[in-house]
């Protein structure tokens, strides 16, 4: 079993749909980071959070540490959202190290 | 633009060939990573240099050398490497004794044939 899970790990939307993607991880963490890869292999940090909540534009990140759960949302989807969104935590005493889950792919159609 | 930098994109080489993956980041940051993303797997931590030292070595088989010659620069060493090394490579750079986000080149896609 994989230390970092996501689901699900294909998603089909219509532009402007409210999305939702989940995360659960085993390890005691010091943050947990949400990632976006799109095609042709570049990755972008979303957000690093260790507690509560985080908004950028129209992305929205959440954890809930004691359920070992976090949930990236995206509000009304456009198709440029179309991509691999990947889980990854930083272990307690780990440093800088991330761990990551397999990734979402996520389409949005016009 | 991430402020690191990878080259080459792509590469094609032979099982008996040696190449070099270069990586540069200027964002003043002390450590930096190779990750091997294959397909339909999570990505895979192959190596950290944090203050120019080598801190982790996943398991990494021989075949894969890197070097780090100042914390700006990360090379990736190939060398009689396997068809299934074939797979997008990526390099990040970080602050040192995180958690810190980590920035992403743009990754070297390795054809071994």
């Known amino acids: 079993k994989n230390e970092v899970e996501q689901s699900p790990q294909n998603l089909t939307a219509q532009e402007g749909e409210f999305i939702t993607i989940n995360c659960s991880y085993s390890?005691?963490?010091?943050?947990l980071h949400w990632l976006q890869q799109h095609p042709g292999g570049g990755i972008v940090s979303l957000f690093m959070?260790?507690?509560g909540k985080k908004k950028h534009g129209r992305l929205i990140a959440t954890i809930n540490i004691q359920e070992k759960h976090s949930s990236l949302h995206i509000t009304a989807s456009h198709p440029r959202d179309s991509a691999v969104y990947i889980c990854?935590?930083?272990?307690?005493?780990?440093?800088?190290?991330?761990?990551f889950g397999e990734g979402t792919q996520l389409t949005v159609n016009p | 633009e991430t402020g690191v930098t990878q080259t080459p994109r792509h590469l094609v080489m032979g099982m008996t060939n040696k190449k070099s993956l270069k990586c540069e980041q200027h964002?003043?940051?002390?450590?930096m990573y190779w990750y091997k993303q294959s397909a339909k797997k999570p990505l895979e931590l192959m190596f950290v240099?944090?203050?120019?030292?080598?801190?982790e070595n996943n398991s990494v088989p021989s075949r894969f050398s890197p070097e780090c010659p100042n914390s700006s620069h990360l090379f990736l060493h190939l060398h009689t490497l396997q068809p299934e090394d074939s797979a997008l490579y990526l390099c990040?750079?970080?602050?040192?004794?995180?958690?810190?986000?980590?920035?992403f080149g743009p990754g070297t896609r390795l054809t071994v044939t």
């Open positions: 990040a750079s970080s602050q040192a004794d995180g958690p810190y986000e980590q920035y």
């Open positions: 390890v005691g963490i010091s943050a």
């Open positions: 959070l260790s507690s």
């Open positions: 990854a935590v930083t272990r307690t005493l780990g440093g800088s190290r991330l761990t």
């Open positions: 964002l003043g940051h002390n450590a």
């Open positions: 240099y944090s203050l120019e030292e080598r801190v």
